[in-house]
């Protein structure tokens, strides 16, 4: 999945063909909402100026040697300075500027903003006479910037035998996970009422978080473990994947760890759960969380010690074909009323964000197409500078906008929080009109389980069907569609 600017930045292991690039980006320009014509013929034209810029030659058949060797030399001093620009940050402001593809800030609106399951009453006419409105911009400012952000990084040692040693390009979507499922782990060791530390030293807790996500196999939840464990579904350094694969890859690599270690040194000491489809196979009718099947999970996962364990549950869903059904709309933004909210994996088509709260129509994310060095945190290291696993600035897009190939997520610590997580999906998907995103059942017979034992190995039980989503790197002309995920 790739923004704008990675249209024109391959990796230098595959090559490109420049010819289709301006009809590809006119195509995304139509696709998004409200863009006039004038941005239109703006978009045409610098993608037709980058497709230029970057093309490896051109035709001088009536120039003269020294022509020649002065147009080539300035075709490389462009694209020398293009594909710094491209790996640095600046596209970004370039792709804005043109596609209008994202909106900061907060918007006029006065209505409740929510923020992984908390409310924040808004005011913009401030100081208010009521202090909860008066405070509840900063203190929602100061709840999206401490959530952890995980961005493309760059320097890492080649994941497994590839030569990947950057997931830009190809990395959103399991950078996007890697946010879900470090809020859960913020939730479970700090709590949500946690807030990032301006000072130092800080928390012990909070920095063993970062250094589980660092870049390197040493790492346990590391972009190179996610993409091993997700082998079986297909995954692979270099290829775009898609919700439903990455969930499954996150349910594999707990499985792994948790035959390799003891449920006192678990490094996720959650169980995650994949809710499904219903007993007419796992892909059919609407997800269903069933009790008996969460139970399992955290039986397993505490390898029979205990009856219930922390857990995560990932629920992948397709609302739509090109865009998302309207009548989920209001059934996603309830979701984030939901104290056990960890919000969502999705965003535009090709783009994956980590999208953490709504108000009204709109959807706050965190984005994760920022090119960053690659950072090693030390365990121990609590003078570490952090500053690059946050963001202060607020993004925001129409959440009826985003790519209907998605994956909510939700965190239960306990077994009552479990049976209160149980109770709101219920009553939601009672008022669903006949459509819910998911229901909640006791028990269920499903007739293709996927087994949980070491799927790293074994791929036995797992339908064909569960290797959609993954789409391999390769030249343009080989895939007309590179840039949307693939229904689940």
């Not at 992984?116 to 208010?128: A, F, H, N, R, T």
């Not at 202090?131 to 959530?147: P, W, Y």
């Not at 939700?410 to 009552?416: A, L, V």
């Amino acid at each position: 999945m790739k923004l704008f600017r990675d249209r024109f930045a391959a990796p230098e292991s595959s090559s490109r063909s420049s010819t289709n690039t301006p009809n590809t980006s006119s195509a995304s320009v139509c696709s998004e909402p409200g863009i006039i014509g004038s941005k239109l013929s703006k978009a045409s034209l610098l993608s037709t100026f980058l497709a230029y810029a970057f093309s490896s030659s051109g035709t001088y058949s009536e120039s003269s040697d020294f022509e020649k060797k002065e147009v080539r030399s300035r075709n490389i001093a462009w694209k020398t300075a293009l594909k710094r620009a491209v790996s640095s940050g600046s596209m970004r402001r370039v792709q804005e500027l043109v596609l209008g593809t994202s909106k900061t800030g907060i918007t006029n609106s006065t209505s409740v903003i929510w923020l992984l399951g908390v409310s924040y009453k808004i005011s913009q006419d401030e100081p208010s006479r009521d202090a909860a409105t008066s405070n509840g911009l900063a203190e929602f400012k100061l709840d999206f910037s401490s959530r952890i952000l995980f961005t493309y990084r760059k320097g890492f040692d080649a994941i497994g035998d590839s030569k990947f040693t950057s997931d830009v390009h190809w990395g959103c979507m399991l950078r996007s996970s890697q946010m879900l499922i470090a809020q859960a782990l913020l939730f479970h060791q700090l709590g949500r009422s946690w807030r990032k530390c301006l000072h130092k030293p800080i928390e012990q807790e909070y920095i063993e978080i970062l250094h589980l996500f660092g870049d390197s196999e040493a790492s346990t939840l590391s972009i190179h473990n996610l993409v091993q464990a997700g082998k079986v579904y297909g995954l692979a350094a270099g290829s775009w994947v898609g919700p439903y694969a990455v969930c499954r890859s996150w349910e594999s690599l707990v499985c792994h760890r948790r035959t390799e270690t003891d449920l006192e040194h678990q490094s996720l000491p959650m169980a995650v759960y994949v809710v499904s489809g219903d007993e007419d196979g796992e892909r059919g009718g609407a997800p269903v969380v069933c009790i008996e099947d969460a139970a399992r999970h955290c039986h397993e996962f505490s390898k029979g010690q205990t009856d219930w364990s922390p857990i995560v549950l990932l629920v992948p869903l397709v609302l739509g074909l090109e865009k998302v059904n309207p009548r989920y709309i209001s059934l996603l933004q309830a979701t984030f009323t939901f104290p056990q909210s960890l919000g969502i994996l999705g965003g535009k088509p090709g783009v994956s964000t980590y999208i953490v709260g709504v108000q009204e129509e709109n959807a706050f994310y965190l984005d994760p197409h920022e090119v960053q060095p690659v950072v090693n945190i030390s365990r121990n290291d609590l003078e570490a500078d952090t500053s690059s696993y946050h963001c202060n600035i607020i993004r925001h897009m129409p959440l009826d906008s985003i790519d209907p190939s998605l994956a909510i997520g939700f965190y239960c610590q306990d077994k009552d929080d479990f049976d209160d997580f149980c109770c709101r999906a219920s009553k939601l998907a009672d008022e669903s009109n006949g459509a819910p995103l998911f229901t909640v059942s006791q028990t269920r017979h499903l007739s293709n389980r996927v087994s949980h034992g070491d799927t790293m190995g074994n791929i036995s039980g797992v339908q064909e069907d569960d290797f959609f989503g993954v789409v391999p790197t390769g030249d343009a002309e080989d895939s007309v569609h590179e840039d949307d995920w693939q229904l689940l």
